[in-house]
């Protein structure tokens, strides 16, 4: 069973909320058969797509850190890894422009780096973190796996 997903659209040029959804949905299946996560019936995800100004406030205001990023992610709960969350997982939250800036950078699809960035955000959700270069290689394996599995091209290979 997948879990519940709520989806807000604050602001920045993102396609409608059912486009969204065919993007987020396999994203977030393909992040759950990957790591082989688990969460409760009925569980919740809040995911909210907004601009860089947003991002910039809510970055300052939750991590000190006075700029845009592309995901940030929210556990519902104190989590450890490989431990069942709570029904609540949390939210992820998306800046269009830094993510379609990144993604032309890239010379990816947008919607494929969007792809990338939902299931980084949704490890985040499960413990999963790179502070460390361990950390960092673990999560890039497991978000390579997960992107192959929804047509994506490692996004680490250059």
Known sequence: MNPQID???????WPMETA????VQPAVDAAVRAGGLRFPDRAELSLLFTDDAEMRRINREWRGVDKPTNVLSFPGS????GQMPGPVLGDIVFSY??????????DRLFEHHLSHMIVHGFFHLFGYDHMNDGEAREMENLETKALTFVGVDDPYAN
């Open 78 to 81: 104190e989590i450890v890894r």
């Open 97 to 106: 422009e830094t993510i379609a800036r990144e993604a032309e950078l890239e």
């Open 20 to 23: 969204l959804l065919a993007i």
């Open 7 to 13: 989806i807000s659209v604050h602001a920045g040029t």
